[in-house]
């Protein structure tokens, strides 16, 4: 039911940069911690980031932290992922959703398309 559209993926070299976006619903920003989750080839889903509501917390997965910074404009809707220093295990399609914090899930069984990442070594 809640329409989530990821943008922002492509094709870097390993230690490029990319910024993804996701734009939601206007109810959906203004009452969920949002975050990003990724899958690789072959791979469960794993957490990514996650910032809350009004901004101001934000946790990232270990294997992230230091190199993603996740962001909010409320007004606009949007929750952004700048990625600096990829690495090839960063490849993987991103999306975006509601996040249970503490235990850092989806909450919305509805997903968006995703954007695809891709890291050349």
């Known amino acids: 039911q809640v329409q989530l559209v990821e943008s922002g993926g492509g094709l870097v070299q390993a230690g490029g940069s990319l910024r993804l976006s996701c734009v939601a619903s206007e109810r959906t920003c203004r009452n969920n911690a949002m975050g990003w989750f990724r899958q690789a080839p072959g791979k469960e889903g794993d957490f990514v980031a996650v910032?809350?509501?009004?901004?101001?917390?934000?946790y990232y997965a270990d294997s992230v932290e230091g190199r993603f910074t996740i962001s909010r404009d409320n007004a606009k809707n949007t929750i952004n992922l700048q990625m600096n220093n990829l690495k090839p295990e960063d490849t993987a399609v991103y999306y975006c959703n509601a996040v249970l914090l503490g235990d850092y899930i989806p909450i919305f069984k509805s997903w968006g398309q995703g954007t695809q990442v891709t890291v050349s070594s």
């Open positions: 910032i809350g509501s009004q901004g101001g917390y934000t």
